[in-house]
């Protein structure tokens, strides 16, 4: 999302204490800490062993207490200088503050027990907490993104915008803000506060004073204090626990979480669902009391409130990670599909990975889980993953970067055709990312298909660029007609943001879906009415969500499309949402907005709801049918 000329801005609230700027060192290159140890959270109770090779390996194995994560990855202790680790992520925020587009990965990984530091998370960078509960490591400071790069509106000198802080993330750890200080998390898509417990007086979800943002996650998290949401456009907290809520503008949503308002839509725009039907948290690496890593599996949770830690140890599976392999840099396609083939696990680990043929997953169970926004990059015209139609594939913390030569889909999850039930054990995704374009040319039809029956999507953001590099967006440069389509039944999709796609930007065919908060903009780029063409039946152009005219069940809650036609602002769509007229299928909370009043969509749902267009820029319409 890029901002617009015209956003919303909320009165002008300043934070109890100012943060004030940390002092960034220009140091050299960051090389990857040691790995001595603290006590560690205790080992949670073990998986079945994978299958052995039948035959020799040329895989190497992985030693799950000194593993190599690569140059990219930072391993902390409590006994390290405190001075040192400041020092060295202070580096690391300087180096990424305005790198959008670089090539550049971080991990900072924390081992259980207590840390005086002040981190300003920037681009492409995770900190991670290494203990079994998110109690088990602490932060005493701040943990915190700042708006305080990108120009808004006019004025040079404001630099409040958050509406492009992207790619970044905080996991599983506390922390605890000073007296009087409150914490920030200014920020946009892709850019989860996950699995975390913040403790003080609270977090502004924008710059605190008049800036923009435009949307987030908050999942698997307590928070003590109040969370005010100030700017921010959209957002989803999905099983967490809150000492209050503060804040509202167009679509805000609360799925299975406690301490939140109650459902009222819109003005103020809470859509409030009580319990969460089906959920696996995201998989997580950790360290035992050995120091021996392992990967924790959380177990799927139904009729869900609240964190799945808040009680106590989550219910789960830990994987040693002498079952994974480590993919680094540089590592072949052919290696790393070898180890899936031997039913090794994945680790990929912090920087850009560049892949001449998919990844083939074909085993239950299997596990893919990236740190540091760990970056694939399809360059053959292949996807970068193909799942098959198996039981409980689970894919974490991964980027998925469309290459210069055309792919069918980006990720494919099942084969078409597949017909399978999972409902016992779903196939999930957490935090996985797709961009076209932008950092360098790329070109996909789809960016992801889903094929299998009852998969979890946990926090995904489907791009194609709408800014980027040079060369590397546009129009005719960076293509991509779907963002998602979704082909099996019984699907369900958690914070589903899928924006600027060139024709539908999702398409679902399954029955018996379900969408807990949609974030949309339509393409930005259509140079004409022509260009963009359309559905059909005089449409113009493309609604931004299609549920199939075979589908007799579908029901979705908060969810939201925004047109910005800034290079053609008379171009116009005839609807956000394009759904068949079934009792069957059901959508609440809905909005469609006219950034600025840049471009015209006629209608919110189908024929329903309001024009949003320069003199009325934000249409609500709150049950259809």
Known sequence: MTSADEQPRPPSR??????????????????AAGAGGAAAAPAAPAAPARRAPARPSAVPPTDPRNPDFGPSVLVFDPGMSAAE???????ISAQMHTNQFG?????VLLRPGAYDLDVNLRFYTQIIGLGLHPDDVTVNGHVRVEADWLQQGDDPNNLGNATQNFWRGAENFSVSVPAGEIERWAVSQ????????LRGIGVQLWNGYDGWASGGLLADCKVDGVVESGSQQQWLTRNSDLGAWNGSVWNMVFVGSTGVPGQHF?????????RTPVIREKPFLYVDDSGAYHVFVPALRRDASGCSWNGGAAAGESISLADFFVVRIGTPAATINEALAEGRHLLFTAGVHHLDEALLVENPDTVLLGIGLATLVPDTGQPAIRIADVDGVKVAGILIDAGAVNSPTLMEVGPEGASAGHADNPTSLHDVFFRVGGSHLGRASVSLTVNSNHVIGDHLWV??????????????????????VINGDDVTMYGLMVEHYQEYNTVWNGNGGRTYFFQN?????????AAWGSSGNGSLGWAAYKVADSVTSHEAWGVGSYCFFNVNPGVVASRGFEVPDTPGVRFHDLVTVSLGGVGTI???????????NTGTQVQYWVDYP
């Open 85 to 91: 680790m400041q020092s060295r992520v202070d580096a």
């Open 266 to 274: 819109p003005n103020p725009s809470h859509t409030v669902v009580d």
């Open 602 to 612: 006629n209608r919110v749902i189908n024929e329903t709801g309001g024009t949003a």
């Open 14 to 31: 300043r934070s109890v204490t100012g943060l004030g700027a940390a002092a960034l060192l220009a140091a050299g290159p960051v090389l």
């Open 103 to 107: 090539t550049e990965r971080h991990a």
């Open 521 to 529: 903009e339509l393409p930005y780029d259509p140079p004409d009415q």
């Open 190 to 197: 892709a850019a989860p506060y996950r699995r975390m417990h």
């Open 463 to 484: 791009w194609r660029a709408d800014h980027g590099n040079s060369g590397t967006w546009g129009w005719t440069v960076s293509t991509g007609a779907n963002g998602v």
